[in-house]
């Protein structure tokens, strides 16, 4: 090409980072943070959920059991079970199980978690028969936390 005399070619304008590129990578600088706090606070109460979960999967068949059982001895026997055959367990499922009557003279069972999760296995639940048929059990006692237990079997906060 033919270009008239002290005429420059035109430079091409430098590139230049475009607005949505610069928001796009603002963006993503930010949310890293943000992610993490939410992992922060969502992996310990996932794991906190599957353990309750594992605890409840551990604990319902037994308490069913049991509960049926303590009130069939109580109306058969006309006592309080004395072992956990007895209120209807055996084998593997009567493990860390303990029946009998309590100071008050109620039927009680205490359930001791076993192999459920290193944070828990060894803690108790305690539940208590009503003192009349078809009353409501107590099962509040046992040094299960809260957080481990279905919502029943929470102690009252104290006023």
Do not use: Q
Request: glycine share 10%; charged share 25%; hydrophobic share 45%.
């Amino acid at each position: 090409g033919y270009a008239p005399a002290g005429a420059r070619a035109a430079r091409p304008e430098p590139k230049r980072m475009n607005g949505c590129l610069i928001a796009l990578i603002v963006a993503a600088v930010l949310s890293i943070p943000l992610l993490g706090i939410l992992a922060a606070i969502a992996l310990p109460a996932y794991n906190d959920y599957t353990v309750r979960s594992k605890v409840a999967a551990y604990l319902e068949p037994r308490t069913a059991t049991l509960r049926l059982g303590t009130e069939r001895a109580r109306t058969v026997f006309r006592r309080c079970p004395e072992e956990p055959l007895e209120a209807g367990l055996e084998g593997e499922a009567a493990n860390g199980v303990r029946v009998g009557e309590i100071d008050d003279g109620r039927c009680a069972f205490e359930i001791t978690v076993l192999g459920v999760d290193p944070k828990i296995d060894g803690k108790t639940i305690l539940h208590v028969a009503p003192a009349a048929a078809g009353g409501a059990w107590d099962c509040t006692g046992g040094d299960l936390p809260a957080l481990y237990r279905t919502a029943a079997c929470r102690a009252a906060p104290s006023e």
